[in-house]
């Protein structure tokens, strides 16, 4: 009695145990071949289909039918390897989320064509602080130096920066070193600044 699986397919499945009886009634009930297992997906339920299956060769069929197409069944058992690292897209949410700009008088959101510089819609003044730059002393509104581009820190953390700059500390740095560091690590700095300014 024929079944629509493949020569191939029979052979493997009989090697796993089924009889061809099993495969009759599998053929019946519209596993066709090797991907109709995907629909059946488990053990339990490929035992539900054929009663009184022994539940040891319905995993061996589930394995089998279960592996990536392609994959040699000898490789059934190899552990998985790292998974690969996942897309950076729920990251790239996050930092458009937070690219809004909120008013820093008024906390009105701006709009989406908000430029550097621009005055907010709500109460007219400069939406975004003017920072000072830590490196080059230029003035500006936004998050980065328009003279010298360096990334501005706070006004009420220019000291650390300044300090930073004075121990050498790279342009590019500073700005993200200060963000990176404890409140612990701050005071620490912060104790160096105004030792230095006595
Ligand atoms: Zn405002
Ligand atoms: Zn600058």
């Known amino acids: 009695m024929l079944t629509p699986f493949t020569v191939l397919e029979r052979n493997i499945l009989k090697a796993k145990g089924l009889s061809e009886q099993h495969l009759t009634v599998l053929g019946e ?40 197409t392609g994959q040699p069944d000898a490789a059934l058992s190899t552990p998985q390897g790292e998974s690969p690292p996942l897309p950076p897209i729920s990251q790239a ?55 010298c581009g360096a990334a501005f820190v706070v006004t009420a953390e220019l000291p650390l920066a300044l300090l930073l700059r004075r121990e050498g500390v790279a342009k590019d740095d500073i700005s993200a070193k200060i963000g990176a560091l404890g409140e612990a690590e701050k005071q620490v700095l912060w104790g160096r600044v105004r030792r230095s300014r006595r």
Do not use: M
């Open 29 to 68: 009930l519209g596993v066709n071949g090797r991907t109709d297992f995907q629909s059946v997906g488990s053990v339990a339920t490929l035992l539900e289909l054929l009663h009184g299956l022994d539940p040891d060769i319905a995993a061996r069929v589930v394995d089998w039918a279960l592996l990536p």
């Open 93 to 147: 949410l996050v930092i458009n989320s937070s690219d809004s700009t909120y008013c820093v008088h008024c906390q009105a959101k701006q709009p989406k064509d908000y430029s550097v510089g621009d005055l907010c819609l709500n109460c007219g003044l400069q939406a975004e602080p003017i920072e000072t730059c830590y490196w080059c002393a230029t003035s500006g509104p936004g998050r980065f130096c328009r003279n």
